[in-house]
């Protein structure tokens, strides 16, 4: 039964924590969550598995939809982190690095991809509610939410944010690269024709420049405490 599940949509560009908000928030509620983004990554991913040495502009758009319709994807929540399954191999880091992102946003940018991904994003949608995060969430996937919130924060700042949790992971890295990377990114998914990354008109937008992850759960938390009817 889906009939009385609820949805919270939190959308916004790369890297403004999304993904660790809508995990806190779900965990809070005892909600379903939605990475919606794991499934342009996942997609990117398998085709480059099929496709090596291949760009996304180089591949039939039907094969590149067909990948994104068969995805074997399961999810699991291990310590409060989403452990993401592909033909039952764990590929959670190997999908979040820049260079799968960037794919991600190219084959998200082709319609038939999103099409074919609309009804498996939709199913996350289970008693009693669902907090789900994306680009789209609130303008297309669920335009029913009965609360949909707008995360953004400056290029900097999300740039600073990221270079920081491949540091705390030893992982090398350039700021001003991932600054780059981000702003193409953040181009390519706001200037698509398809589902393009904005605000729905009724989002409630919250800039999280100078906020902590804590401080943006409770506003969420707040805004649910008076949005959402909890049963
Ligand atoms: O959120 P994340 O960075 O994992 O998303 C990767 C890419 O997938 C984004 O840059 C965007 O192009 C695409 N995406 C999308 N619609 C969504 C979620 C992600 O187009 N709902």
Redesign the pocket.
């Known amino acids: 039964m889906t009939d009385n599940a609820q949805v919270i949509c939190l959308d916004g560009p790369?890297g403004v924590g999304k993904g660790t908000i809508c995990l806190a928030v779900a965990k809070k509620l005892g909600w379903h969550i939605l990475d919606?983004?794991?499934l342009?990554?996942i997609t990117a991913l398998q085709v480059s598995r099929e496709f090596p040495g291949q760009s996304v502009y180089e591949i039939d758009e039907a094969q590149l939809a067909e990948i994104a319709l068969n995805l074997s994807v399961s999810y699991e929540e291990v310590n409060d982190e989403l452990v993401i399954y592909l033909d039952g191999e764990d590929i959670t880091e190997l999908i979040r690095n820049e260079k799968i992102?960037a794919q991600?946003?190219q084959v998200?940018a082709i319609p038939m991809v999103r099409e074919a991904l609309l009804a498996r994003q939709r199913a996350f949608l289970l008693e009693p509610g669902l907090v789900a995060d994306?680009?789209?969430?609130g303008t297309v996937v669920f335009p029913q939410a009965e609360l949909k919130i707008y995360l953004t924060a400056s290029a900097e700042e999300r740039a600073q944010r990221r270079y920081k949790q491949l540091k705390d992971k030893g992982i090398d890295a350039n700021l001003s690269s991932l600054v780059e990377e981000l702003r193409l990114?953040d181009e390519?998914?706001m200037n698509r024709k398809t589902?393009p990354l904005k605000p729905a008109s009724d989002a409630i937008i919250i800039d999280t420049t100078t906020l902590d992850i804590t401080q943006v759960t409770n506003e969420v938390m707040r805004l649910v405490d008076q949005r959402v009817r909890l049963s």
């Open positions: 790369s919606s983004g794991s342009y990554r992102g991600a946003s998200a994306g680009r789209d969430m990114r390519r998914d589902a």
